[in-house]
């Protein structure tokens, strides 16, 4: 069906996405790169001068980029496994038979549509504030003492904001999933005796593995950049401790006005982002035909 | 399927869910009616009954203009999806209709350049912003969000384009249908729905868009984003003034969002998961 002519309009049609996106992802990137070995700094112009590695050298001899890279796994991991295993059990509670299941779908899934910098500021004022949070109010009721969440647990706090954020697409994803488990055979199962934890690792659990891996991997993605969030709460201290990649990247660009130092993180983080891509890329991949 | 469940356990289960759905949501809920108290209530303690009172929502909007970083957000928002569409649709359509070897392979390219974190290309993005003077203008910000959406629209498109059969036009052709009617008559009826989920969920992506938006905005282009990022220090107290704005911040997109539950799903993930 494919004649010379579509098949010419067909490139046509496709070339500007196609040249838009090259450009973005090449460009950028090559200047990174370039400045990444850069002596750069925005304080001082009419003062660049070639580095060579000295910019990566000087990131990675830094006690802040470790301590930086401790808290971005710390921080994805924690919200991957309240995500994933808050999630599960969500899912397959709404999953049952409930009344008014079309609301408690909708409550659930509200915080993904907050933006990241009000879920922060309500967190951080409303609830998880040591004189007037709601968690406050509740220890004052039980006549314990308040705690001062980002003083004291700073990566923690970041956490349970990220975290409930992120709980309702892990819930949603993994609700799609169940509903499409085979229940003929849940209930053969049920009927044949099988307790319900064995029903839940050996039936429910690998018909959601596919799902559970994508939200993972999805996750991982969208975790590796958190921003805002820290910006908004804890300014990424106090000193490093809550301060992510992202953020210590941010931090030497716009704060220390350091181009080449910025840039050299940046491409540390662009490798990061590349390890955990592929292999998101290939689950997806799979999909496809 | 209809397993039996004895009344009970479904009290429970309902008694259950709604709990933990409670939870999940009070904060938005409690924002909600914070933003209905007084200053002086709002910080006296928890309580879930407000004098219904919308004088901080007047404060917010005569203290610091609230229309303008409004107007931004859903000028940016929509503006940079429309873009997107602009370039993607055709692109979409020539990939899911006249598919060669290396469609699957441009696809995944594509993807992947959603992979790269934002964080990565700040210096360079930063510095063109400054020396171009797009620095602080709708258009910068509206341009570089489309780039950044670009790719999970052309992806949500060619998901649902490609469920349209091709069989259709064969037959459409056969009738002698010529290409303006096969487009307005035809195609554009069934690739309608499609494009209005992509554009739905995308307005949302773009509305909540936070890095590059506090990155490159001041004052002139500041969405809602912005705006309320900067609202963290000197008016941290102002609870109620807080909780109106972020209300109204929220509250469009939380309400286009219920829409858009299963769009979501699919274009957040690819696809890969149904």
Known sequence: MATRQTQSLARLMRAPAIILLLVWMLVPLAMTLYYSFLNYNLLSPGQTSWAGFFNYQYFYTDPAFFESIKNTIILVLGVLTITVVGGIAIAMLIDKPIFGQGIVRILVISPFFVMPPVAALIWKNMIMHPSYGVFADIAKFFGANPVDWFAQYPLFSIIVIVAWQWLPFATLILLTALQSLDGEQMEAAEMDGAPAYSRFIYLTLPHMARAITVVILIQTIFLLGVYAEILVTTNGGPGFASTNLTFLIYRAARLNFDIGGAAAGGIIAVVLANFVAFFLMRAVGKNLD | ?274
């Open chain 2, 1 to 274: 399927m209809a397993r039996a469940v004895s009344k009970n356990a479904k009290i429970g289960y309902t008694i259950a869910a709604w709990t933990v759905a409670l939870v999940i949501f009070f904060p938005i809920l409690y924002t909600i009616i914070t933003s209905l108290k007084t200053e002086q209530e709002a910080i006296e303690g928890f309580n879930l009954i407000p004098s219904f009172t919308f004088e901080s929502y007047q404060t917010v909007q005569s203290q610091n203009d609230y229309f303008k970083p409004f107007m931004n957000s859903v000028i940016l928002s929509v503006g940079s999806t429309i873009l997107a569409l602009i370039v993607a649709i055709p692109a979409a359509w020539a990939m899911a209709f006249s598919p060669t070897k290396r469609t699957k392979d441009i696809l995944m390219w594509m993807l992947s350049t959603k992979m790269m974190p934002a964080v990565a290309v700040l210096v360079p993005i930063y510095l063109i912003f400054l020396r171009t003077g797009l620095m602080d203008t709708r258009i910068g910000l509206t341009v570089l969000l489309m780039l950044i959406n670009l790719p999970i629209v052309v992806w949500m498109l060619y998901t649902y384009f490609r469920e349209i059969p091709g069989e259709i036009l064969e037959a459409a052709r056969m009738d002698g249908a010529g290409l303006r009617e096969e487009i307005v008559h035809i195609l554009a009826p069934m690739a309608v729905p499609g494009i209005a989920s992509t554009l739905l969920l995308n307005v949302i992506l773009a509305w909540n868009e936070s890095f590059w938006t506090i990155q490159l905005t001041t004052t002139n282009a500041a969405p809602l984003s912005a705006f309320i990022a900067s609202f963290s220090s000197p008016q941290g107290l102002f609870w109620a003034k807080l909780s109106a704005a972020s209300t109204l911040a929220i509250g469009p997109i939380l309400i286009l969002g219920w829409f858009s539950q299963k769009q979501l799903v699919r274009g957040l993930t690819f696809g890969a998961v149904k």
